[in-house]
T-cell receptor, first 114, second 113 residues
Framework: GQNIDQPTEMTATEGAIVQINCTYQTSGFNGLFWYQQHAGEAPTFLSYNVLDGLEEKGRFSSFLSRSKGYSYLLLKELQMKDSASYLCAVRDGIGSGGSYIPTFGRGTSLIVHP | DAMVIQNPRYQVTQFGKPVTLSCSQTLNHNVMYWYQQKSSQAPKLLFHYYDKDFNNEADTPDNFQSRRPNTSFCFLDIRSPGLGDAAMYLC????????????FGPGTRLTVL
């Protein structure tokens, strides 16, 4: 099984940078995902990391350290529309003893104010 | 546009009255998933299908059943809804096993009176 931990809520100012952390404990590891979910809507895929390091995609970047069981999502030049929940999800393996389906964390609710 | 569609978006049912939620996809993906998400909680996987191969999560209550008559459609049946089953139900798809992205539908919000 997995244990995924994220802060419950964060606030930030429009135009600023925010870092949302995720720590996990798994028996195996085969990828970490970040999804964005606006209130009352479906999650949408943001990023996937399976190797250590930083993946950059426009204003959003995601970092992974497998040895530390740690990831963060970095959002730059925050906009009001970035107010949403950010879900970290971890896949613990593929094949015997592991599931190819990610397990989601509870999400971090980000509030961006003017 | 290729997409994942869920109907209805909002469903109200009475305690104990069976209800069916539907999901369709135009992506031609092999894998379809049903998740339950309660307020401020993580989406919880109920079932998934890899093609016609049905996979039930160990802790999914027997009250929940699923059908996938063809590639495009998948149904979630709740035989006797209780107040605790009120939640958002999310359908998702992926092309195959171990793909790196799931595509979610807009969800059906179920209210149980």
């Amino acid at each position: 099984g997995q244990n995924i931990d994220q802060p419950t809520e964060m606030t930030a100012t429009e135009g600023a940078i925010v870092q949302i952390n995720c720590t996990y404990q798994t028996s195996g590891f085969n990828g970490l995902f970040w999804y964005q979910q606006h209130a009352g809507e479906a999650p949408t895929f943001l990023s996937y990391n399976v190797l250590d390091g930083l993946e950059e995609k426009g204003r959003f970047s995601s970092f992974l350290s497998r040895s530390k069981g740690y990831s963060y999502l970095l959002l730059k030049e925050l906009q009001m529309k970035d107010s949403a929940s950010y879900l970290c999800a971890v896949r613990d393996g593929i094949g015997s003893g592991g599931s190819y389906i990610p397990t989601f964390g509870r999400g971090t609710s980000l509030i961006v104010h003017p | 546009d290729a997409m994942v569609i869920q109907n209805p978006r909002y469903q109200v049912t009475q305690f104990g009255k069976p209800v069916t939620l539907s999901c369709s996809q135009t992506l031609n993906h092999n894998v379809m998933y049903w998740y339950q998400q309660k307020s401020s909680q993580a989406p919880k996987l109920l079932f998934h299908y890899y093609d016609k191969d049905f996979n039930n999560e160990a802790d999914t209550p027997d009250n929940f059943q699923s059908r996938r008559p063809n590639t495009s459609f998948c149904f979630l049946d709740i035989r006797s809804p209780g107040l605790g089953d009120a939640a958002m139900y999310l359908c998702a798809t992926s092309p195959g096993r171990a793909d790196n992205e799931q595509f979610f539908g807009p969800g059906t919000r179920l209210t149980v009176l």
